[in-house]
């Protein structure tokens, strides 16, 4: 129990959640309204895209690769799913229309799976390419002019509240139902990653290919596996902020993706993959979405944002690296002292 | 394994290779680095195919290359690295092997926790089992390798190189837990280059040099002075090369008690202008440990280093590199070489301070330089402007040291500066060093090969555990008295 204590207190999960709570406390001092229901179920509901978008890329970075093409999947989906249903008139339920928009990002997610798992090309160079190559097939071909009027099942959809609290002045706050859909997401990934070989097969290869190689792993056939979740989920996060937002526009979500990879990374992922875990990950996700709506709540001008996430990121990946460099040359110090004065006594 | 052939290209890697392994015999392969053991070792896990020749394991033949299924078959490498998964925990470790094996789809928790916890209990050592591997000791994690193999239901266990990272004691807790696995059966096969381990643990050894096994027995045949020299005797006949005396004067370099923990100790060493020496002693001895710190790339722990008669500490390379000392490092592809970088830059790239003008680099001078090095050094080569990998083994150490002899040093230390390479251009590379003798150049050569200690050298050094346990004249001492000294280690 103290060893899992003392993990913890070192691990970059431990010292995220510790700096979320004593952020949040030092911003209910400041100023009470943190803690109301609105502003709490603002803060979940800000938290939905980037939360679902962050799954994603954790399994990516947990296999040792890094994503940075999610948000172009994700914005293609969403626009190229609401133009489908526009232009075609058909009235599908909502899960039909999610399925649809997966199902966009799984083909794309297959294309960056392709070209990682079976040509072998480095994940960055990759992804950094196909973020380019999928907004611009989605500009190009798809279209530009946004919807500012969506699918009425969208609407109605988005009008469904899962929690709804009646204030005292009359008004009413929504958690919308999408919320459902990040819990999801994250149940059945956080089931995939420590539940089934697949799973335990991602660890595995951010721990080491060549070991995975060595003990009979298809590590292409992993990969090709790997992209093709993220994508789907990405896809599944690009319809989600559709009905959030009740418009369809092309040009959202791209230029978010290194907000959600710094989610990612500051929720105890690690970029050199074989580390991270999805409730780290919500972790991540929830920090960064306390300092990005609610500093501006105490009276902290907007530009201390970024300020702000660059220093944990430097403290929450920083200081887990410090006290394992520190353990290390002391297991160094152990195994090389002990011998030595053994033989000498013995001498 | 009858009559194993292969080839890489031109090079012939092994040649009419027999290999064989009885139940619950622990066997040695022995020889050198780039005697070809390796490939051997690829070849029987099938991650590689033999050009020629039959592989039978268990009776059944293997054909081509198909890892997974010599798994199957209960066969497991254990590499020097271990291959483990430093993110994860023991259990996993130990069970991963097996679950991909049986090709499970859901993680089978509780079973997955006791078969570890049983197989760990069989080979009688006790781990905390939700540890991550990396941060255990190296002895712990060899541990985990092992019985990551045993889980699986390996037969037969191959350890590559398995002692070099451990202390002497996890040395003979894993020697008693080899002895014990051999009652049940297991079989297995130790790569080395341990004289020591040989007679300790094995039953019976191959000797592999240059590709075609050199001696094969049992292990009670051989004395550890014919094994080094079966395992080190290549190019027996090989010359001592005619040479100038020397006035030697002050000592260049001198170390007097330099001691590294771990690693040597009480090193007392002092290195002329115009001198060529030689530390001959095997992997492990602390060889290269000693010529790293030589080259301000580890500290000592004790003991003292004087250069050109001053006292010095180096704090980095760069410290060494400023009083002269130049280091051609053993694994020249990883360590020594920019491989897709122009032979022209490789050559320049340390002493590009001498095409310095005004700050700028005078790209045309280096040019010049790097082709009147490589004439000089008779590097055979269609442009300079091409990468360093086309060129052949020889070639690609003839510009490492083209490199470094563009900074004129005073001296200059090679490890193991012929290995990988052919008969001929050894030749040449030996007579260079004769060569930067005569101009007033210390050599310090550190290797483990006998006949090339014997062909330059001015003076020997024998290293064992970590000490220097005799000095050698080297026109006066025979292979036979070098190897009887470098085996000491084993009594």
């Given at each position: 129990m103290r060893r899992t204590l003392s993990r913890l207190a070192a691990s970059p999960q431990g010292i995220m959640l510790a700096t979320g709570i004593v952020l949040a406390i030092a911003f209910s001092i400041i100023?009470?309204?943190?803690?109301?229901a609105p502003n709490l179920v603002d803060l979940l509901r800000n938290s939905i895209v980037t939360g679902i978008f962050a799954i994603g890329v954790l399994i990516v970075l947990a296999s040792g690769g890094i994503d940075v093409s999610f948000t172009a999947i994700g914005a293609f989906s969403l626009y190229a799913t609401t133009k489908l249903l526009i232009v075609s008139g058909i009235h599908p339920p909502m899960v039909a229309i999610f399925a649809i928009g997966i199902a966009i990002g799984v083909a794309l997610g297959l294309v960056n799976g392709l070209l990682i798992g079976l040509l072998g090309l480095p994940t960055l160079i990759v992804t950094l390419a196909t973020l380019s190559l999928f907004r611009g097939a989605l500009l190009t071909f798809v279209g530009t002019l946004y919807y500012g009027t969506i699918p009425a099942e969208m609407v109605a959809y988005s009008r469904q509240p899962l929690l709804a609290f009646h204030l005292a002045s009359g008004r009413i706050v929504q958690l919308p139902m999408a919320f459902l859909n990040l819990v999801l997401v994250a149940t059945l990934v956080a089931l995939i990653l420590s539940g089934t070989m697949f799973g335990r097969k991602i660890y595995a290869l951010g721990g080491s290919e060549e070991a995975a190689e060595r003990i009979g792993i298809n590590v292409r056939r992993v990969k090709l596996a790997i992209f093709m979740l993220a994508g789907g989920i990405a896809g599944l996060a690009g319809v989600t902020h559709v009905t959030l937002m009740r418009i369809a526009n092309p040009f959202d979500l791209v230029g978010s993706e290194l907000n959600v990879i710094a989610a990612v990374v500051l929720g105890g992922a690690r970029i050199t993959g074989g580390h991270g875990t999805v409730s780290g990950t919500i972790i991540g996700v929830l920090v960064i979405t306390i300092i990005n709506s609610s500093l501006l709540l105490i009276g902290v001008p907007t530009y201390w944002q970024r300020l702000v996430v660059g220093a944990l990121i430097l403290l929450g990946t920083g200081l887990p690296i410090a006290i394992e460099r520190y353990n290390l040359h002391r297991a160094r110090l152990r195994a090389v002292i002990a011998p030595v004065t053994a033989l000498e006594a013995s001498a | 394994m009858r009559g194993i052939h292969k080839s890489y290209g031109p090079a012939r890697v092994l040649q009419d290779v027999d290999f064989e392994l009885g139940s619950g015999e622990v066997r040695c392969l022995a020889g050198e680095n780039g005697s070809g053991k390796s490939t051997l070792i690829k070849i029987l896990s099938g991650v590689v195919a033999a050009n020629a020749g039959t592989v039978r394991l268990f009776g059944q033949p293997v054909a081509g290359t198909d890892p997974a299924a010599v798994i199957a078959a209960g066969l497991s490498v254990i590499y020097q690295d271990f291959s483990l998964f430093p993110n994860l925990t023991v259990v996993e470790n130990v069970t991963f092997l097996r679950a991909t094996a049986h090709r499970h789809r859901l993680v089978h928790r509780g079973e997955r926790r006791r078969l570890a916890a049983a197989t760990l209990e069989r080979m009688g050592v006790s781990l905390d089992l939700d540890e991550p591997v990396e941060t255990l000791p190296v002895a712990a994690k060899q541990l985990v390798a092992i019985a990551r193999a045993l889980a699986n239901d390996a037969r037969i266990v191959v350890m590559d190189e398995p002692t070099t990272a451990l202390t002497r004691h996890e040395v003979d807790n894993l020697l008693r837990l080899v002895a014990g696995l051999k009652r049940e059966g297991v079989s297995f096969i130790f790569v080395s280059h341990k004289i020591e381990e040989v007679f300790t643990v094995c039953d019976t050894v191959t000797v592999i040099r240059d590709g075609r096994v050199a001696a094969a027995g049992s292990a009670s045949d051989f004395t550890p002075a014919a094994l080094v020299t079966a395992m080190t005797g290549r190019d027996v006949s090989s010359q001592r090369l005619a040479r100038d005396e020397t006035a030697v004067g002050e000592p260049f370099l001198s170390a007097r008690g330099l001691t590294r923990i771990g690693e040597y100790r009480d090193v007392d060493l002092d290195l002329h202008a115009g001198e060529i020496v030689s530390i001959v002693g095997l992997l492990g001895s602390g060889r290269t440990e000693l010529a790293l710190t030589l080259f301000g790339e580890t500290r000592p722990d004790g003991g003292t280093l004087r250069v050109a008669g001053q006292p010095r500490s180096f704090g980095s390379v760069r410290d060494a590199m400023a009083a002269g000392i130049a280091y051609v490092p053993e694994d020249r592809l990883s360590e020594g070489l920019f491989l897709d970088q122009p032979i022209r830059d490789n050559i320049t790239v340390s002493s590009l301070d001498r095409d310095t003008r005004g700050g700028w680099l005078d790209v045309a001078a280096g040019a010049r330089r790097a082709k009147a090095a490589v004439e000089r050094l008779r590097i055979r080569l269609q442009n300079v402007a091409a990468p360093v990998v086309q060129l052949s083994g020889g070639n690609q150490q003839r510009v490492v040291l083209a490199r470094w002899m563009e900074r004129n040093p005073k001296l200059i230390i090679l490890n193991?500066?012929?290995?990988?390479?052919d008969v001929g251009s050894k030749r040449d590379i030996h007579e260079l060093l004769v060569g930067l003798r005569a101009n007033g150049t210390a050599v310090l050569v550190v290797t483990d090969d006998i006949g090339e200690a014997l062909a330059i050298s001015d003076r020997i050094l024998v290293m064992a555990g970590g000490r220097i346990t005799a000095t050698l004249a080297g026109d006066r001492a025979t292979e036979h008295e070098i190897a009887a000294e470098v085996a000491k280690e084993a009594a």
């Open positions: 100023n009470p309204v943190f803690l109301s | 193991s500066p012929t290995v990988g390479v």
